[in-house]
C-alpha cells in the first residue's frame, strides 16, 4: 500500500479477502462487488436497481456471511408494516410493564429486497435508521447494532406492482448501482453449473464486525488534498446549475463522494487520493441523487449521458501533490 506502514498493509490484505470470497458466488461482476464493498468500508448504504434473477441478493448475503455479520431479510410487500422493521412494544399484564420486541432492522446488514413493492409508510419507516442509526418506538429511540449496513434491491421504474422511492430516502443510499446481466463467458459457466452453485453457507468468514470496524477507520484516515476538496465541491455545483437537472446533488452527496474516493483509495492500495478515484465513484454515488428536467426527458436524454458530459466539463486539478 503506497505511503502505508504494516498494519494499513495487512488491512487491505484482509479487504482483498472479503472480495475474494463474495467472488466465489458473485461471477463476473467484479466491478459491483468492489463498488459495494466500498461503500460498506465508507460507512454508507447500497440501492441495487436491476431486473430479477442478476444475484442482488446473492450479492448481499455473500458479503454478511463473509464478513460474519448477522443479517436480516425482508422481502417487501404491500402487506409489510413499519412494526415489522421497527418492532414493537407488547403489554404484558404480569408486570405492568410494556417490553420492546425487536424488528428485522436490529441486526449488521439489513437485506431490503424488492423496497419498491411495498408501501410509502413502510419505506419512510427506514429513514431515520439509515440516517441517524436509531430506531424510535412508542417514543423510545434505541441504537442499531454497529456495523449498520442496508443493502436494498428494488425493480426498474414502471414494473408492475412497484412504489417509487421518495427523493428524500433515495439520498440516504450511498450508492446506487445495476449489476446486469452476466457476460456471454460467466453466463456459459452458470449453465454449465460451474459458477454460482456454490452455497453461501460455504463461504469462509474473513474477518468479524470488530474488524470491518477496524477497516472503516483505516479507510478515514485516507487523505484528501484541499485541491481535491475543491474539485468534487466543483462537480457538485455543476449538478445544481445544469441545464438537464431540475434537482442536483444535495450536501449529503458531497459527503458521500468524499468517503467513496476515500474507500477506493484504500482499495487501490493507496492511502491518499486522486482524482481518478473521484473519477470512478462519481457515477454511482450522484445518479440517484440528481431529476432530469422536462428538456432532458423530451429530449431523450440519460442520466448518465448527463452525469458524464458534465464530468467531463469540469476541469480537473492541474497538480497536487502525492501524500507518502
Known amino acids: ?95 405492568d410493564t410494556f417490553v420492546y420486541h425487536p424488528g428485522t432492522i436490529m441486526c449488521n446488514l439489513f437485506l431490503a429486497d424488492e423496497i419498491n413493492r411495498t408501501s410509502p409508510k413502510t419505506q419512510s419507516a427506514l429513514l431515520e435508521v439509515m440516517e441517524e442509526g436509531m430506531v424510535t418506538v412508542d417514543g423510545v429511540s434505541r441504537p442499531v447494532p454497529s456495523p449498520f449496513i442496508v443493502m436494498a434491491t428494488q425493480n426498474p421504474k414502471g414494473s ?54 477496524r477497516l472503516k477507520a483505516s479507510v478515514s484516515d485516507v487523505y484528501i488534498q484541499d485541491v481535491l476538496y475543491q474539485y468534487m465541491a466543483a462537480l457538485v455545483n455543476a449538478t445544481r446549475n445544469n441545464p438537464y437537472i431540475e434537482l442536483g446533488v444535495s450536501p449529503r452527496g458531497t459527503i458521500a463522494l468524499t468517503r467513496m474516493a476515500k474507500a477506493n483509495a484504500f482499495l487501490n492500495y493507496r492511502n491518499f487520493v486522486l482524482p481518478e478515484d473521484i473519477e470512478e465513484v462519481f457515477l454511482p454515488v450522484t445518479k440517484h441523487r440528481i431529476l432530469l428536467n422536462t428538456k432532458a426527458r423530451v429530449t431523450h436524454v440519460s442520466t448518465e449521458a448527463v452525469l458524464n458530459k458534465l464530468f467531463s466539463d469540469v476541469p480537473k486539478p492541474a497538480a497536487f501533490r502525492e501524500r507518502v
Open 160 to 213: 408492475a406492482g412497484t412504489q417509487l422511492l421518495p427523493e428524500s430516502q433515495l439520498d440516504r443510499f450511498m450508492i446506487s448501482m445495476s449489476m446486469g446481466y452476466p457476460d456471454m463467458e460467466s453466463e456459459i459457466e452458470i449453465a454449465k453449473g460451474r459458477a454460482g452453485s456454490l452455497s453461501c453457507e460455504e463461504i469462509l468468514p474473513v474477518m468479524d464486525a470488530e474488524g470491518l470496524e
Open 1 to 95: 500500500m503506497t505511503g502505508a506502514g504494516r498494519a494499513e498493509e495487512e488491512a487491505v490484505f484482509l479487504a482483498e479477502r472479503v472480495i475474494e470470497e463474495v467472488q466465489k458466488t458473485v461471477k463476473g461482476k467484479d466491478d459491483c462487488i468492489r463498488a459495494a464493498f466500498a461503500a460498506i468500508l465508507a460507512g454508507g448504504h447500497i440501492l441495487i436497481e436491476d431486473v430479477p434473477g442478476v444475484g442482488k441478493t446473492t450479492l448481499a448475503l455473500a458479503f454478511s456471511k463473509a464478513m460474519a455479520l448477522d443479517n436480516h431479510r425482508v422481502q417487501f410487500t404491500p402487506d409489510v408494516l413499519p412494526a415489522d422493521i421497527l418492532g414493537f412494544s407488547m403489554y404484558k399484564k404480569n408486570t
